[in-house]
């Protein structure tokens, strides 16, 4: 499966299997309220970048722009975790850093799809 070696899914399988692993570092409280989100959303954005590799050019706009706003909210969520504790500085650092790159790439992607 070839759309399973573009850059971009390789950086967001990591950073999926990131919040994975900090799981059991989240308090019980929220691990059961706002991570579950978290890794929803981070699920969707790894589903929607897998799924958008497999259409044509033209198509992939809409699902591209979706994924967008899917890990700007996943973004508002971190920060929450964060805020309230549900995750230390550098933990959130670390995540943040990826979604960071994921969010570059992606920004890259949906340009590179426009000016086509």
């Known amino acids: 499966m070839e759309e399973l070696d573009?850059?971009?899914?390789?950086?967001?399988?990591?950073l999926t299997k990131k919040l994975y692993e900090l799981r059991a570092?989240?308090?019980k409280q929220d691990r059961i309220a706002?991570?579950?989100?978290?890794?929803?959303?981070?699920?969707?954005?790894?589903?929607?970048?897998?799924?958008?590799?497999q259409m044509r050019k033209p198509q992939k706009l809409e699902p591209l722009?979706?994924?967008?706003?899917?890990l700007n909210v996943l973004r508002v969520f971190l920060r929450l975790a964060k805020d309230v504790k549900a995750i230390d500085l550098k933990k959130y650092a670390?995540?943040?850093e990826m979604v960071d790159e994921v969010g570059r790439m992606l920004?890259?992607?949906?340009?590179?799809?426009?000016?086509?």
Do not use: H, N
Request: with cysteine.
């Open 6 to 14: 573009i850059p971009i899914f390789k950086r967001a399988y990591d």
């Open 25 to 27: 570092a989240v308090s």
């Open 34 to 53: 706002l991570w579950p989100r978290c890794e929803a959303l981070m699920l969707e954005v790894l589903e929607g970048i897998l799924l958008a590799s």
């Open 65 to 70: 722009e979706r994924v967008s706003l899917k």
């Open 94 to 96: 670390q995540i943040e």
């Open 107 to 116: 920004g890259g992607w949906i340009k590179s799809t426009r000016d086509a």
